[in-house]
């Protein structure tokens, strides 16, 4: 089983369209939960990290459900912008911010 | 926010060559830089850990003869590739620790060796 999975993609959405990633890991050890962004031949940005809790930020909501080592992202309203590939990042080792595995990324197209 | 540079952006070489690439954190100071590489289509796979002052901790599966890695302030790493090869041709990102829970990651370095 390969340390984090992601929907494969892509997903082809109209503006406005509310879209939703998800994510699993294997290493029940983790500690650490992000989604990254990247654009085309560019570097990760991160977009937000994630927790326990549930997390949300403007239109972005993130959960974590570690029970079933599962990550999600939920997009609302898309805008054009949002058009990029998204990553799910865990960190292999509990407590520790390096050693981030990152999954293949989904990819997001917003349409007109 | 924390800004990583990195140099060049993109770098053609000839097979055989060794190209260096460097990492910078520009206003802050990283302890542990991260060596990324993206092939095309592929996750960012890291390749080793470097850490100022001491050895650098490569990821099974990575030379470390062949990928020279030097981190000898707290502002600037460098990768080395030796002996670059075709398959050697990929993505190349650093990261750098921040203060925060998070990585500040560079812009990368596009090598293709020809």
């Known amino acids: 089983r390969k340390e984090v999975e992601q929907d494969p993609g892509p997903f082809n959405v109209p503006e406005g369209a509310t879209v939703a990633f998800n994510c699993t890991y294997s290493?029940?050890?983790?500690?650490?939960f992000f989604w990254y962004r990247q654009d085309c031949r560019k570097e990760p940005k991160l977009l937000m990290s994630?927790?326990?809790s549930g997390n949300e930020d403007g239109r972005f909501t993130a959960q974590l459900n570690r029970a079933s080592q599962y990550i999600s992202l939920l997009i609302r309203d898309s805008k054009l912008s949002d058009s990029a590939t998204y990553l799910c990042?865990?960190?292999?080792?509990?407590?520790?911010?390096?050693?981030?595995?990152f999954g293949k990324g989904t990819k997001l197209s917003v349409k007109p | 926010g924390a800004v990583v540079s990195q140099h060049p952006s993109r770098v053609i070489c000839k097979s055989g060559t060794s190209v260096k690439i460097e990492c910078r954190s520009l206003?802050?100071?990283?302890?542990?830089m991260f060596w990324y590489r993206q092939f095309p289509k592929k996750s960012l796979m890291l390749m080793a850990t470097?850490?100022?002052?001491?050895?650098?901790?490569?990821e099974q599966g990575v030379e470390k003869d062949k990928f020279l890695i030097n981190h000898a302030s707290l502002t600037l790493s460098t990768l080395t590739v030796t002996s670059a090869h075709p398959e050697d041709s990929s993505f190349y990102i650093c990261?750098?620790?921040?203060?925060?829970?998070?990585?500040?990651f560079g812009p990368g370095t596009r090598l293709l060796v020809l």
């Open positions: 994630v927790y326990s």
């Open positions: 206003d802050f100071q990283a302890t542990t």
């Open positions: 990261s750098a620790d921040g203060l925060s829970e998070t990585q500040y």
């Open positions: 470097s850490n100022e002052g001491s050895k650098a901790t490569y």
């Open positions: 290493n029940s050890a983790s500690q650490s």
């Open positions: 990042v865990v960190n292999r080792r509990g407590g520790s911010q390096g050693n981030l595995i």
